[in-house]
């Protein structure tokens, strides 16, 4: 089954190994997600990873949560569920938005489905309360130059693969991130390669590698703006 984004992207549902469902783009040859498991993956690269790890150790609310490439709005719809009553502003930057028609009909998520189905209603390009201490932004921009929030908190960098949209993946590109970011603040990333690493290094960040999600890849890379 073939559905288009609103410039006409083709994208294929696939079911991942874990059960929950993910994207795939024959132009691309690239899934939104690990096909080990998609939802495993979002929750433990950028929610349990990023944002609770940050949360934990945070002393000022809101938290400022940038996200690069909103996707299917997975990520989204599982912050919002692990947020709670803690204030939270969730932005995430997105070139190419799916409709949300399109997304509903995709079975994402089961007891977050409800999520799912609220983060993908929700307009672009303006506040939307999606609770009353959770609010979200989803913007439609290109990461690659657009102006950056600042006092970001926890970023969730999930971009297509840098073999795919190495434009992405440039030193320059996480400079912006880092100068935007606060001191503490967090970055994650499901991509652990060492020219990445390096990089990260390179514009300030201090990085680990963190064990992969259960079932997927050996190590994901978290960098910490100190
Ligand atoms: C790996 S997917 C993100 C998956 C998503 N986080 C989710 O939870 O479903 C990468 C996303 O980046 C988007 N993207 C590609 N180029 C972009 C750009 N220049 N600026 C912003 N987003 C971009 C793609 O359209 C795609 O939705």
């Known amino acids: 089954m073939y559905f288009c984004s609103m410039d006409g992207i083709k994208t294929e549902i696939e079911i991942t190994a874990d059960g929950s469902a993910t994207l795939y783009r024959p132009d691309l040859d690239e899934h ?7 939802l495993t993956e979002s929750w433990h690269v950028y929610v349990e990873c990023g944002f609770l790890h940050r949360l934990a150790m945070s002393h000022e609310l809101p938290l400022n949560v940038l996200e690069v490439g909103y996707g299917t709005g997975l990520n989204a719809a599982l912050t919002l569920k692990a947020a709670g009553n803690d204030r939270v502003v969730y932005k995430s930057l997105e070139l ?7 997304l509903d009909m995709s079975g994402f998520g089961y007891d977050n489905a409800d999520a799912m189905v609220a983060v993908n209603a929700a307009p672009w390009n303006r506040e939307v309360a999606m609770s009353p201490t959770f609010t979200l932004v989803k913007l439609q921009a290109d990461f690659t130059n657009c ?7 926890v970023v969730y960098f999930d971009a297509f693969a840098p073999e795919k949209q190495p434009e992405m993946w440039t030193r320059g590109c996480f400079e912006r991130l880092f100068r935007a970011m606060r001191t503490g603040g967090v970055l994650t990333t499901y991509c652990a390669k060492g020219a990445v690493r390096r990089m990260l290094q390179d514009v300030g960040f201090a990085t680990e590698r963190l064990p992969g999600p259960p079932g997927g890849k050996r190590e994901i890379l978290r960098g910490v703006k100190p």
């Open 32 to 38: 939104y997600h690990s096909v080990k498991g998609a």
């Open 96 to 102: 190419y938005p799916l409709d949300a028609w399109q």
């Open 147 to 153: 102006e950056l929030p600042q006092d970001i908190d």
